[in-house]
């Protein structure tokens, strides 16, 4: 009986060829996934202009200089009701006088999800008190606010927690 011989595969330029597509085409397959989930997960700049806000930046080192000069404060209290969501309370003192009247404006930011932002705005209570008119939604906020009397401009910015 004669043994078979086994014919061996061999190598040539078209397995070659279809080895180094397919490899090609595993990475392009691989980059595509992660471009598409890099691009639609973040959103952009945090903060519209940054370019152009690092070219002004000694503007706004003069503007909080100013601001200083004026020697108003911001105390803050987040109170909780048996009703409705958290409060935000906002003192504001030039020295140890409460200021009254006070047009008081501002932005709850989301630390992670900028769609989550809000605009609040903020009424007189007492002298020199003014209490956030929108409940505080729980998490972890950053308060950005305003205050004008005037031609003074006071800015402020707290970090709230709230369970």
Known sequence: MAKQEKKQKELTGRHVLLMVVAFFGVIFAINAYFITAAVTSFRGEDVKGSYRQGLEYNQQLETRRA????????????????????????????????????????????????????????VETKSGQYEMVEPLPSGQWQLRATATDGADTFNFQHDLWTK
Do not use: C
């Open 67 to 122: 601001e200083g000069q004026l020697g108003w404060s911001a105390s803050y209290n987040v109170i909780n009701t048996e009703t409705d969501s958290p409060r935000v309370i906002v003192a504001l003192k030039k020295k140890s006088s409460p200021l009254a009247n006070l047009d008081i404006s501002g932005t709850l930011r989301h630390p992670t999800d900028t769609k989550m932002d809000k605009t609040v705005s903020f």
